[in-house]
């Protein structure tokens, strides 16, 4: 059972995706 692990990976994809759809979203102006 590698939950957790995926769990966390996700938490840190997300955290990623947070960081750079903030930019993104400025970039692109949407």
Known sequence: ???KKISKKI???MKR???N????C???GR
């Open 26 to 28: 400025v970039a692109t």
């Open 1 to 3: 059972m590698t939950k």
């Open 17 to 19: 995706l947070k960081n």
């Open 21 to 24: 759809g903030i930019k993104l």
């Open 11 to 13: 938490l840190e994809t």
